[in-house]
């Protein structure tokens, strides 16, 4: 099977495109033949050692010394189940399906685990925006549900509120009920709005932290509104909640306990397979939208990971298999 590599760290054309073995189900897995995957800002972060701050040796620990572990990035996908092991009843042969892969899904077949992050997707929906869902939608959610505790009424502000985690924040904390103000860039405050925002702020025209308003919660997903300025717009018991942070978040986070204020939330967020069913009953009723920046067969590869690398984004930024079904609305 065709799928994209990487033998090293580097730049974007450290990728290329290879013939490798395909992978056979174990006796718990699916096997799903892929139809569209996106590069996340993960992918890009593995791909290019670009760990934040103290995260560099802990992440190339982790992660691999010189080069990615697995050499296939992607770690979530949408397509078609092909085959199962033995002891899966939880899906069929020919589900659509969509969920987490943790890696690999840069290829023209994947093997999951049956019981692990994966659901049914919805059928009117198509693979490119079910594959735009679960990297964002879930760091979203479990961020905004769990790390910042939000409750209906309360008053957020997200920052890069049309990226890959920012558009679906701003979706979700509407469906909690909160109020919601959305930070981007001039060319997407329409989108931000579509998205349910209450008010959206231009960062290219305002200074988001001299607004004058308090906020409950502010999440900032693109590591562009530090602690410094946040504070200066959060009610006393509100939430700083930041999806990028090192060694500097750490320190404010220990200081803040001791002297109080506006509380730092530090957290990562998982892959759980309740949280990707809610997040396909959310897609099922319409609630919820994939949001997809742009799209690109697997072969141009590279350019999708140029496309993420510039912080640019508005949602997924999603590559396709040559050999994929027709999407229900295309
Ligand atoms: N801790 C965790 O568990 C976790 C989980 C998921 C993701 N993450 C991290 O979270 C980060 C966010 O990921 P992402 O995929 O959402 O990023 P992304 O897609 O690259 O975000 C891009 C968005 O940010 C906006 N933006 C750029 N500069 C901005 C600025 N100065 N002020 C406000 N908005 C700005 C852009 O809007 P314009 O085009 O209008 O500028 C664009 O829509 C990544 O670093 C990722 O590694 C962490």
Redesign the pocket.
């Known amino acids: 099977m065709r799928a994209a590599i990487t033998d090293s760290y580097g730049d974007a054309d450290v990728l290329s495109i290879a013939e490798i073995d395909r992978p056979e189900p174990g006796d718990d897995e699916i096997l799903v033949k892929v139809f569209a995957a996106p590069v ?3 992918d890009w ?1 593995l791909r290019a050692a670009a760990f ?1 701050g103290i995260m560099a040796l802990p992440g190339r620990l982790m992660m691999g010394l010189t080069r990615p572990k697995n050499p296939v990035l992607g770690l979530a996908f949408a397509g078609r189940v092909v085959a199962r092991g033995s002891d899966v009843s939880r899906f069929r042969l020919g589900d659509p399906v969509f969920g987490f892969s943790g890696a690999g899904a840069h290829a023209e077949y994947l093997t999951v685990k049956a019981d692990g992050p994966v659901a049914l997707k919805p059928k009117a929906i198509t693979y490119e925006k079910a594959a735009a869902v679960p ?2 939608g879930v ?1 979203a959610l ?2 905004l549900r769990d790390f910042a505790g939000v409750k209906p009424g309360q008053k957020l502000l997200i ?9 679906y924040a701003v979706q979700l904390a509407k469906i909690m009920g909160a109020e919601v103000t959305g ?6 405050l329409d989108l931000v709005r579509a998205l349910g925002a209450d008010r959206v702020i231009d ?1 290219r025209k305002q200074d ?1 932290s001299a607004s004058g308003d308090l906020y409950d919660v502010v999440l900032d ?5 530090p602690y410094t300025k946040a504070r200066r717009i959060l009610k006393k018991t509100g939430r700083y909640v930041p ?3 090192a060694g500097r978040e750490i320190l404010q986070a220990l200081l803040a306990g001791l002297t109080g204020g506006p509380k730092i939330v530090l ?3 998982g892959d759980k397979r309740e949280d990707i069913e809610h997040l396909a009953r959310l897609l099922e009723t319409g609630e919820l939208r994939g949001i997809v920046d742009s799209t690109y067969p697997l072969a141009d590869i590279a350019a999708a990971h140029r496309r ?1 690398e510039t ?4 949602g997924a930024v999603i590559v396709t298999m040559e050999d994929r079904e027709p999407s229900p609305d295309q």
């Not at 920052?159 to 558009?167: D, E, L």
């Not at 997903?221 to 509104?225: A, F, I, P, R």
């Open positions: 996340t800002t993960a972060r934040p990297f964002g760091s479990v961020f920052n890069g509120a049309s990226g890959g985690v920012g558009a930070v981007a860039g001039t060319d997407n960062y988001v997903t693109v590591g562009k509104l999806l990028e942070f957290a990562v967020s993420v912080r640019h984004a508005k």
